[in-house]
């Protein structure tokens, strides 16, 4: 899976409401082949109180998105793109920019 978390990505489907968003990614889910993005794919969970002070009622919060339909956007060209893989003398291998090369 080429995302990791605290990449900024931008979701390339769904309904017009959430398509072409950007947000950060804040959890990796490879096994599954998901991601869950900040502000993207709102879902509301009806939660009773565990113990005193804890939140009730209609909670708003991410769900998972699949990988293949977020794109990483560049932090150097500021585009979504696809990532390649450069592979250094020494073995090392890092992300970089399809469109501009840069490495990240």
């Known amino acids: 899976m080429n995302i990791k978390k605290g990449d900024t990505v931008k979701l390339l489907t769904g309904d017009k409401k959430d398509r072409k968003k950007t947000g950060k990614v804040l959890e990796v889910?490879?096994?599954e082949g998901k991601v869950i993005v900040e502000g993207i794919?709102?879902?509301?969970?009806?939660?009773?109180p565990k113990k005193a002070?804890?939140?009730?009622?209609?909670?708003?919060?991410?769900?998972?998105v699949y990988a293949c339909k977020v794109q990483v956007i560049c932090p150097k060209c500021k585009k979504p793109t696809r990532i390649g893989h450069k592979i250094y003398a020494d073995g090392k291998k890092d992300r970089m920019c399809k469109k501009c090369g840069e490495t990240f």
């Open 41 to 48: 794919n709102m879902v509301s969970k009806h939660a009773k």
């Open 53 to 64: 002070g804890d939140p009730s009622g209609i909670i708003k919060a991410e769900s998972a």
């Open 29 to 31: 889910s490879p096994k």
